[in-house]
């Protein structure tokens, strides 16, 4: 059994590799890589697995899941400069998918101190048209 | 190979379970736990897989799935309350995760009797933030 | 110059003529005429008119507009009966066309006294759908 | 007769009055005052009007108000930073309302120059929950 | 009061005018007068007006409104290909225009035969991105 | 880590086995039997599987998947008639599980001669209510 909770953040970010020459960084990362930043309405969906719990039928809160995720993503990620305010993109680009390790870095020791659910998977859509989804391991 | 087919209905629900105190519901439960009902228009995905049949180019006759779930499924639950009118919610609360296992329980010996496709994973949205999915085994 | 504001709320309702026999009442209303009650995920949106503040750049605070919404129309429709427990449709039929005069109703005084905007249309989608649009005048 | 075309953007921007100390802007912009930016998928709606030509059946042709949304707007506002690189936000707070007026005023004199259709209304979603709509005359 | 029922097809077109050359065709056409045909997941919204009847809450009944777009233009124009299937097309480009018109001038005798209401809009998406509307008068 | 883009494409198909009478392809395939053909919007989503490089925080360029899914599917299937104008139609008729499955053989062997990426998953919506998801191995 899997449960999902979606939840949307406005962001702006910029793809820079500080190693290369500006030339290099706009052939790589086109208009991405204009450093004035751009931003999007990212909507995250993230995903817990678990059995349900015959007194309640949840499998957890959902109402727990959503403050969960505004406290540990949203109060840091929303209407923020990915770059330049929030800490694990300092040194790291802040591509779609660098922001679903990070966001599953952030929520899974939260869920597993709180909660006998697993965190699953995280996707995130940077644009209706991209998401990517980490569940975990390697990335 | 896995096709999905999506549905649509519209049912009364709320969260209480009765061997606890009106203020324990409310307390776990919120403004779920209101007796008059709420509602939602629910969305079901229903995914099944198997091979390609060579003649058709069909995995299961999707008119068939569609009329499938609409005896199985709509018929039963559209414009309902959930706790009054579907017996298997009498006793069990229709919380998204409950309402995901009681379609597969519905859906399984339904598409057994009459395909060789397999009910791989019911998916129900009870808003667009929020969606369980049941692939069948211990819930 | 226009702008408009989203909000959604969950609820329940019937459509049922106290004046007519239960016959009737099937008759005319379907399924909808079940007693028990069955329910939607509601979209609202609420437009408001004027003019654009050189200062701000806004028509309205858009935050302000969110929480009026919120006080007006979330916090008595959200997760309620709206036959049972909204006090304007005690005697009229909660359809499509009576919310969106209903949540007119209840917006206009708070917007006219609160603001140089002008409350303009009440848009309410009862599904994807079906919605209906009310701005003002004769019903 | 109206024909629409929809369009999409990602930008950044901020709400900021340099009239005010940081405090004020604070007080009435909220966590969109944060200089370092923010931003959004903005969602753009180009709606013309006029009349049928009977040889074509084409209001306008949609790749000509394709191309044209594109050099007037898509190149100047897209993966941009709209208070730092957009000139007619030099000045002006690019809030909703205000960046419906600019891409109005982009927009009407490059339709006029090359067709008989007229520009009706410009409408922007900065998210799915607010979009404004500017038709011309005053602000 | 309006309210707004929606619907959808599909259906296949393509774009050609018999009087030009092939050459002139591919030129002011470019791919949709490719002659084997393309097609569209039509969204028709058909938008009545009138008032309320206070022993309904109906401005319509949805359910008839719903059976009338079948009866006049699903059964027509759905799984069909418009230039050689619908007779309105035979001599008519079905542009997105053109389409809206169609659908008007059969839903306005079919509403004005059966109720008060009067049909005001007439919108058709070709898809998300491209919408006409039109709401009677000269097209 | 997955990571997917987003496509959309319009085409015309019907259903038709050669070997059946027409009242038999009448009676399997209904509608969709109609010889001068019907269409959709199909939405594909291409999602490819691998590691992230730390120099770029990419898993691929998604401006080359952009491109790629352009070259080796939507120059191929966009405004055209499946059955008549794509080669792998020509003797298999073009359901949705089976788009999804020449799809998948078209982008394997591209992603593969220059990337390290793995396709993972194709999946192609028909109408918002049906999708076919494949991912290889036996149809």
Redo the contacts between chains.
């Keep these: 059994?899997?449960?999902?909770?979606?939840?949307?953040f406005?962001?702006?970010?910029y793809?820079w590799?500080p190693?290369w020459s500006p030339e290099q960084n706009l052939a790589?990362?086109?208009?991405?890589a204009?450093r004035?930043?751009?931003?999007?309405?990212y909507t995250l969906e993230v995903?817990v697995s678990g059995?349900?719990d015959p007194?309640?039928?949840?499998?957890v809160?959902?109402?727990w899941l959503k403050d969960l995720i505004e406290h540990e993503v949203l109060d840091v990620y929303?209407?923020?400069?990915l770059n330049?305010?929030v800490p694990e993109f300092a040194h790291?680009?802040?591509?779609?998918?660098?922001i679903?390790?990070a966001i599953w870095n952030r929520l899974v020791p939260a869920i597993a101190s709180a909660s006998t659910a697993r965190l699953t998977t995280v996707r995130i859509y940077e644009?209706?048209?991209?998401?990517?989804?980490?569940s975990g391991g390697?990335?």
């Design positions: 059994m899997l449960i999902t909770r979606r939840a949307t406005s962001a702006s970010h793809y590799n190693d790589v990362f086109g208009k991405c204009n004035a930043g751009h931003g999007h309405n995903t059995s349900v007194v309640t039928g949840f499998l809160d959902l109402k929303d209407h923020r400069h330049l305010e790291t680009i802040p591509t779609t998918e660098n679903s390790i644009t209706p048209e991209i998401f990517a989804e980490f390697q990335a």
